[in-house]
């Protein structure tokens, strides 16, 4: 299955600017990964559409203090950030249209883009479309969301995505509206 332009700026009406520069990429990355029916769409597209403020942002947004969450302390330690207080927090932040964070996240995305860690040096790729999108669909898969949109448990996708719940308002919106313009259901 594939989108098209209108379908996506449906679902996200204020990508209309951007649309056309990820559509390509958004159809390549999710037959590579098995983004293939109407229920993975429309779930995958609310998720992206949120994260990524319907593709206006590919990089977190964040002054280097809010970014220093990410540096030090326990929430670095998990990400794979060290120890130390020397930027890996602002250099690994957030990218791509689901925000791949962290250090670990960007070796193990590495790997499955590029078969090395080319984005240790140039952490940046991921703003590019073909990489925002390539990114959050292995991020999608590897995780297991494809399997928990073809059961519709979209809260626990918010929740692997996530975290938590942020922004579940806004998400569970594009979900409905991904659902209609897919006729999914």
Same mark, same amino acid.
């Given at each position: 299955?594939? @989108?098209?332009?209108? %379908? ?11 649309? *056309?520069? &990820? ?16 229920? =993975?769409?429309?779930?995958? !597209? ?46 690994? =932040? *957030?990218?791509?249209?689901? %925000?791949?964070?962290? =250090? ?9 883009? &590029?078969?090395?860690?080319? !984005?240790?040096?140039?952490? #940046? !790729?991921? #703003? %590019? ?9 292995? &991020?999608?898969?590897?995780?297991? !969301? ?7 448990? &979209?809260?626990? @996708?918010?929740? /692997?995505?996530?975290? *938590?719940?942020? *922004?579940?308002?806004? /998400? ?14």
């Amino acid at each position: 299955m594939v @989108i098209s332009l209108a %379908q996506l700026i449906n679902v996200m009406p204020l990508s209309r600017p951007r649309a *056309g520069l &990820f559509l390509t990429a958004l159809n390549d990355a999710s037959a590579r990964y098995e983004i293939n029916t109407a229920k =993975r769409w429309a779930a995958f !597209l609310a998720q992206i559409g949120h994260e990524s403020g319907q593709l206006r942002y590919v990089r977190e947004l964040g002054s280097d203090q809010y970014l220093s969450k990410y540096d030090t302390g326990t929430l670095a330690a998990r990400l794979g950030n060290t120890p130390q207080a020397d930027g890996d927090g602002q250099k690994y =932040r *957030g990218r791509g249209l689901i %925000q791949i964070t962290g =250090r670990r996240n960007y070796v193990a995305c590495s790997q499955a883009l &590029f078969d090395d860690d080319r !984005l240790l040096q140039h952490p #940046e !790729l991921l #703003e %590019q479309p073909q990489w925002a999108c390539a990114s959050a669909a292995w &991020f999608w898969q590897s995780n297991g !969301l494809n399997a928990l949109a073809d059961t519709d448990q &979209f809260t626990a @996708i918010t929740r /692997r995505i996530n975290g *938590g719940l942020n *922004g579940l308002e806004d /998400r569970l919106q594009l979900w409905a509206r991904a659902k209609a313009v897919l006729c999914a259901f």
